[in-house]
């Protein structure tokens, strides 16, 4: 499976943000999908996971309250609202499917990885 981020771009802080995460290649409505950030020479960060059927989600205590992650598996596709932006989302956001385990937190566990999308927040 081929997995495509896109959404990112520039805004201004307190802005939003949906970035979305489609499939291709195969399905992923029955896969968890989690999405993941990075800065430079730092370690891929943990944002947010739904489940496959949307009823099962989690975030990073740093997004709680202003980002929602939603899934329309009819489109094969996953989202990220990103609402009341800080500069300290800047990053790039990846999207990851099919987990191994249940430590879906953890980006290790993941199998599939899109390319990644950029999101700058100014101050």
């Known amino acids: 499976v081929q997995l495509q981020a896109s959404g990112g771009g520039l805004v201004q802080a307190g802005g939003s943000l949906r970035l979305s995460c489609a499939a291709s290649?195969?399905?992923?409505?029955?896969?968890?999908v989690g999405w993941f950030r990075q800065n430079p020479g730092k370690e891929r960060e943990f944002v947010a996971f739904?489940?496959?059927?949307?009823?099962?989600?989690n975030y990073a205590d740093s997004v709680k309250g202003r980002f929602t992650i939603s899934r329309d598996n009819d489109k094969n596709a996953v989202f990220l609202q990103m609402n009341g932006l800080k500069p300290e989302d800047t990053a790039v956001y990846y999207c990851?499917?099919?987990?191994?385990?249940?430590?879906?937190?953890?980006?290790?566990?993941?199998?599939?990885w899109g390319q990644g999308t950029l999101v700058t927040v100014s101050s």
């Open positions: 739904i489940n496959w059927s949307g009823r099962r989600t």
């Open positions: 990851a499917a099919d987990p191994k385990g249940l430590r879906e937190e953890e980006p290790d566990e993941y199998g599939y």
């Open positions: 290649g195969r399905t992923f409505s029955s896969d968890t």
